[in-house]
């Protein structure tokens, strides 16, 4: 079977932008709420004349704060199901947030390659804020904005690296 990429991280860093932009075509659900229940969504991607298929687990439906955890283990794991690579998605804006902790560190237990994402780099100047991401234990981020279309061949070649 092809290579398989799970785009993983809290709710509303951008997992289900970054997978339609990568897809060229909106098949995700984009919502600005957490909890809106979606189903596992996948699409073959090519690079460098490789095919792999990359994932947007959306996970269940939430509408409590408490049950955020619950929801994050939920969408990880239906995420790393067969997953060789896992995309870890963070928000640039909004630097470490308490749940992206507790994502990096179920991560960490997989011991799988993961490539960490910062997403809503929308303009110049990100990099100073990104660096932080370092601290989550899997290298420099990878500083993206999904909404402007920056730097979409650079993960799709560190993609294509992490295979
Ligand atoms: P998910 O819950 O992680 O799948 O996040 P979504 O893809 O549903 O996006 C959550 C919110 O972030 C939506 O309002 C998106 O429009 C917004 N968003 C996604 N990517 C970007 C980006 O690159 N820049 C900005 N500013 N907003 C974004
Ligand atoms: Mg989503």
Same mark, same amino acid.
């Given at each position: 079977s092809l290579p398989q990429v799970s785009i993983v991280g809290r709710?509303? !860093? &951008?997992k289900s932008s970054i997978f339609n932009w990568l897809a060229g075509r909106r098949l995700a659900i984009v919502d600005d709420m957490a909890g809106v229940t979606r189903d596992r969504m996948t699409f073959l991607i090519n690079e460098k004349d490789r095919y792999f298929e990359i994932v947007d687990t959306g996970g269940i439906g939430i509408n #409590? !704060? +408490?049950e955020l955890d619950e929801e994050i283990e939920h969408q990880i794991e239906l995420g790393i199901? &067969?997953? +060789?690579?896992l995309m870890f998605v963070v928000d640039a804006r909004d630097g470490i947030t308490p749940l992206d902790r507790s994502v990096a560190k179920r991560l960490r237990k997989l011991e799988k390659p993961v490539l960490l994402v910062a997403n809503?780099? #929308? &303009? +110049?100047?990100w990099e100073t804020q990104a660096s932080e991401f370092f601290a989550l234990g899997f290298g420099q981020p990878i500083l993206v904005s999904a909404k402007n279309n920056r730097r979409k061949s650079m993960l799709t070649e560190a993609l294509h690296e992490s295979l």
């Open positions: 709710p509303n !860093v &951008g #409590d !704060v +408490d199901q &067969g997953a +060789d690579v809503k780099c #929308d &303009g +110049d100047n």
